[in-house]
């Protein structure tokens, strides 16, 4: 068994509780405020510089790493559900900076846990919501494809996973146009 300090253990409920209330929120269709709750719950935790290979490979596989990818993908899928819901189409400057928002945050999540299957899942989903390029959606196909892979996907994560993957893939080889004043000499 794995025992934390009672200081921890403390830190840890107190990062759940929040965690709950976000969830809730969530559930709620309030992504903006679940938003805020899983940011106010990463707070909790110590910080953590994105930049840091060792740092986030020291997380691997422990309870706290997983916490901390939870919260990140969780807010990713907020931010994903934002930028789908935008009045003015995904295709919008505010929908497009809500999927970016998303990429970062699922992409440290799958840093962090690489065999969190939603982590991976959401990375996919916000490199597929970017502004479209060969190399995003080949990313995206990478992403959607590690989801799979992942011990923790469900049968119905598996199976929307393949939907998403089965559009990514037509995209990442339907290539993307020259622009105009691009000229190959």
Known sequence: ????????????????????EANALYSEAKFEEAISKYTEALKLMPELDPDDDDAIEALNGKPEGKLRAVLLANRAQCLLQIGKADPEGVESKAARKCFMRASIDAGLAAEIAPDYAKAQYRKGLSLLGMPETQQRAKE????????????????????????????????????VDMPENCVVS
């Open 140 to 175: 995206a196909v990478q992403a959607l494809e590690a989801a799979l892979k992942c011990p923790d996907a469900t049968p119905a994560l598996t199976q929307e996973v393949k939907g998403v993957l089965k559009y990514a893939q037509e995209r990442r080889f339907d290539g």
């Open 1 to 20: 068994f794995f025992f934390l300090p009672s200081s921890e253990t403390t830190r840890m409920g107190d990062i759940e509780a929040v965690k709950a």
